[in-house]
């Protein structure tokens, strides 16, 4: 069951840019914190960003420091994830999540709302 909807992945070159985004359903967004992990090939899943409901709280995770952006615009439900200076290991596949309330969250376990995800693959 498709719950969240991810875009923007693709082939990008070490040091360039991308911009994720997630579609979520009204019903969802409204009412949840929203994150990104990823997963890259041989790697546990990894806490990328969160943000809050209102969208004043966020976090990284220490791979995203000073490089990722997250943002929220509750106006059409979708989050976006702004990635800069890309790198080798950047490369992965990024997932939209979502739980419902407050409260930014690492752990993947307290998600309940995920997309299929979206393939970032960063070539030298």
């Known amino acids: 069951q498709v719950q969240l909807v991810e875009s923007g992945g693709g082939l990008e070159q070490a040091g360039g840019t991308l911009r994720l985004s997630c579609a979520a359903p009204?019903?969802?967004?409204?009412?949840?914190?929203m994150a990104w992990f990823r997963q890259g090939p041989g790697k546990e899943r990894e806490f990328v960003a969160g943000?809050?409901?209102?969208?004043?709280?966020?976090m990284y995770g220490d791979s995203a420091k000073d490089r990722f952006t997250i943002s929220r615009d509750n106006a059409k439900n979708s989050v976006h994830l702004q990635m800069i200076s890309l790198k080798l290991d950047d490369t992965a596949v990024y997932f939209c999540?979502?739980?419902?309330?407050?409260?930014?969250?690492?752990?993947?376990?307290?998600?309940?709302?995920w997309g299929q995800g979206t393939q970032v693959t960063v070539s030298s």
């Open positions: 009204g019903r969802i967004f409204e009412s949840a914190t």
């Open positions: 999540a979502g739980r419902r309330g407050s409260g930014i969250s690492r752990l993947e376990g307290e998600y309940e709302y």
């Open positions: 943000v809050s409901i209102s969208g004043l709280r966020k």
